[in-house]
């Protein structure tokens, strides 16, 4: 992506990767605000399986302080997982009027510092 963000909730990064936790594989799935470099919660799912039910616990931390009166109507979430793979998954999502952008460079460079920060086994899904 070209451009910073010149606002909250104008851009938000979304990672998804498997972790290694004690019992094997987990899914855990990281965001980032472009502009504020915010962190929101992220989600950890026992099983390595990106799901509705899991994208929609993302969303909701994500959309829990969202107002569209003051932040943009549309939030554009860039992620890092293939739009071939989940694209039709997002859009059965509380976010799906948001827009989406599957971009996995733009991803890991925007929250390259948030990544390295964490100490996990981590493996590209």
């Known amino acids: 992506m070209k451009k910073k963000p010149g606002k909250v909730y104008?851009?938000?990064?979304?990672?998804?990767?498997?972790?290694?936790?004690?019992?094997?594989?987990?899914?855990?799935?990281?965001?980032?605000?472009?502009?504020?470099?915010?962190?929101?919660?992220?989600?950890?799912?026992?099983?390595?399986?990106?799901?509705?039910?899991?994208?929609?616990?993302?969303?909701?931390?994500?959309?829990?302080?969202?107002?569209?009166?003051?932040?943009?109507?549309?939030?554009?979430?860039i992620t890092s997982l293939p739009e071939e793979e989940y694209g039709q998954l997002f859009m059965k999502t509380k976010a799906a009027h948001h827009r989406f952008v599957y971009n996995r460079e733009a991803t890991l460079n925007a929250m390259k510092e948030l990544l390295g920060s964490l100490r996990f086994e981590m493996v590209e899904l």
């Open 10 to 77: 104008e851009r938000v990064y979304v990672h998804a990767a498997k972790v290694r936790i004690r019992k094997g594989w987990a899914l855990m799935i990281n965001s980032i605000d472009g502009y504020s470099q915010f962190a929101f919660e992220a989600v950890l799912n026992e099983t390595p399986q990106v799901t509705v039910e899991v994208l929609n616990q993302l969303f909701d931390n994500i959309l829990k302080n969202y107002k569209p009166i003051f932040h943009p109507k549309q939030i554009v979430f």
